[in-house]
């Protein structure tokens, strides 16, 4: 198994521009979630799934999309890139379980660090 | 609303040093779940462990332990006779769950560098 797998690994954006950040798991997870690393501030929710075709908002959305059209793949669209969104982003994935309120450990790529001139 | 802090931002220490992170949380769920993830400079953000709310027991796994007190809302990580290969971002979560159901959402504490020198 390759797990998590994030592309591009690094990339330079002048503002404005749209990119999307590839991810990948081959584990069959259910659940699949962006985050974005910022110094001092952790990780924060992008975007998250809880299956395909199912996408919801997390802590900080704007200027991102998402799908999820097959359980392998979670694509996030930068619309238009601003400096603001300078940061390194991870993708992750996790089992859901059969049992109701069990919380499995995420699986996280090995993030794209993203630069936005 | 639910908060993780990890109110040390940076720690330093000599090689076989014990040291503790602490983690704090915040949360109304009566079922939750902590984690830990070690992130080394390499960049990548590896699973250190994961407790559920029923279950206080601490854990050891080798230098490596865990204290879990709901009474505080803390989770604490400490890590016995240390080396420089622990120096890494070390991160304490929370899971983020409605009701019985779960989402896949992680609330992330700031995180806490560790040096260990030589």
């Keep these: 198994n390759a797990g998590v797998t994030q592309t591009p690994k690094f990339q330079v954006l002048k503002t404005g521009q749209s990119m999307t950040l590839q991810c990948a798991q081959d584990m069959n997870h259910e659940y699949m979630s962006w985050y974005r690393q910022d110094p001092g501030m952790g990780l924060r929710l992008i975007h998250y799934s809880v299956g395909a075709g199912i996408t919801d908002q997390g802590e900080v959305p704007n200027g991102y999309n998402v799908s999820r059209s097959t359980t392998e793949d979670f694509p996030l669209r930068l619309l238009s890139a601003a400096p603001s969104q300078t940061s390194v982003y991870f993708c992750a994935s996790s089992y859901a379980s059969e049992l109701a309120g069990v919380y499995n450990e995420q699986f996280f790529g090995p993030g794209t660090r993203l630069t936005v001139l | ?118």
């Design chain 2, 1 to 118: 609303a639910q908060k993780v802090t990890q109110a040390q931002t940076e720690i330093s220490v000599v090689e076989k040093e014990d040291v503790t992170l602490d983690c704090v949380y915040e949360t109304r769920d009566t079922t939750y779940y902590l984690f830990w993830y070690k992130q080394p400079p390499s960049g990548e953000l590896v699973f250190l462990i994961r407790r559920n709310s029923f279950d206080e027991q601490n854990e050891i796994s080798g230098r490596y332990s865990w204290n879990f007190q709901k009474s505080t809302s803390s989770f604490n990580f400490t890590i016995t006779a240390s080396q420089v290969v622990d120096s890494a971002v070390y991160f304490c979560a929370l899971s983020e769950a409605y009701g019985s159901s779960n989402t896949g959402k992680l609330i992330f504490g700031q995180g806490t560098t560790l040096q260990v020198k030589p």
